[in-house]
């Protein structure tokens, strides 16, 4: 009681914990308007792009089905104080998550409008090639922490494989992102010369929701919810595993690796455990799928962290990891999404020094090849 | 124990928030209808800013497409995750028992007692015209 301090308002966050240098595999740049995308289209998309718009799949075409939990179903205090939605100026960027967060590499998801979704397939390519463009002006060059991630027109292989090719070479790229929900399963022959050129290329496969394709977003049809969306990511992602293991996508192209993102991971045993089950007794059926399905998913696949599973028992989540590997774990924030994970407070159960640095930091720097 | 002048109560409105810091702790200081409340800034999901939340109603409902809000202003809605907090209590709406955000307390003093001492105001300038904001900790 006998002294009163000056206390001054601190606009700046406490420093981060977690002073580990850390790798976010799941960070989501915006576009200001769709004005950005326009220098890397051709005149003719342009206009296209003015008089059509794009994706018409639904009423309301330009809103996303279920209203989300949050304005530009993002962080709060993402949106950037110089105007434009959060994730579109990269100063503030760097100043309220690469520098606030010690990231050293952060691997972009480009999400809309990506050109993956597009009913109009040579538009869609179009707008494929801006995306990829456009990431690596406006993102990559300027901040050398940024790696790309090329959008595919995923239901036109052929044009997907040329867009792999035209960007493979070049600095940046660093992984071929295919949205699940396409129009067959992705285990499905039409999308192979999607993998082997990926494979081809050295890039891994990332598999993370985007667009909005048409279909339903659950198995069991159109949700009520957004809470019921929200979940639906693993389940549809446990039918792409499924897919790409009994199609015999991976006993084909033994070099493709598969990056599953922002779908959870905890779901991966169970799966497993069923599918060897069956594979033990259905294997006539499918021949082509020499090894247990777990053999192929133990080597072949990685999950990023984020949204988190927060188990009541936080140790139950290190029973699963133990039973994925602990090298197949890489984090991720969803930066500047709502349902964000903070690298200081995303695992709830003590982790070994090793662990830690794996899953933030070794494990994607081994996968992406970064120094 | 201290205790610490941390604002003019002019200065943080009703409906409003100031984020200040003491002791090394970034603590939001919120004025609900002209009392004054303080809580860590750190949200006990994943560390948050909580000072950067939404100040919300609460919101109940029976049915879907009914519902009734009440006691305005006085929760404080996470802005990542949406965890949302009374501001009175400090505690967790929909876990009460497990999750709270840490509370200190806040009252409001006039300037002429704060000014006499035996308080030291170091730089924050304190006038006896008006009053402040005082946190305990």
Known sequence: MSEVLNAPASPSRAGPKQRLSVVDCDIHPAFKSGADLYPFLSERWRKHWATFGHHLRQGLSSTLAHPRMSPGVARADAWPPNGGPPGSDL???????LDANGIEHGILMALRPGGCDERNLEFGAALCAATNDWQIEAWVKPEPRLHAAITVPQEDSQAAVREIERCAGRPGFVQVNVAPRTDEPLGRRRYWPIYEAAAAAGLPIGLHIAGVPGHPSTGAGWPSFYFQEHHANAQCLQAVVTSLVLEGV???IPA???????AGF??????CWRLDKHWERMRDEVPHVK????EYVRERFWYTTQPIEEPERPEDLNAMIDWLGWDRLMFSTDYPH????DP?????????????????RDNARALYGFA | MSRHVVAATAEVPPGGSKLVNVKGRDIAVFNVGGEFFALLNRCPHEGASLCHGRIVSLAEADEPGRYRLSRRGELLRCPWHGWEFDIRTGQSYCDPQNTWVRRYAASVEPGETLAKGPYVAETFQVTVEQDYVVLEL
């Open chain 1, 91 to 97: 100063a503030f960027m760097r100043e309220h998550h």
């Open chain 1, 250 to 252: 991976l006993e084909r």
């Open chain 1, 256 to 262: 493709l690796k598969v990056v599953i993102i922002e």
């Open chain 1, 266 to 271: 905890t779901w991966v045993p169970s799966l």
């Open chain 1, 291 to 294: 090894r247990k399905p777990s």
């Open chain 1, 338 to 341: 709502w349902d964000f994970d």
């Open chain 1, 344 to 360: 200081r407070y995303a695992f709830r159960a003590p982790l070994t020094e090793q662990q830690k640095a794996m899953i933030f």
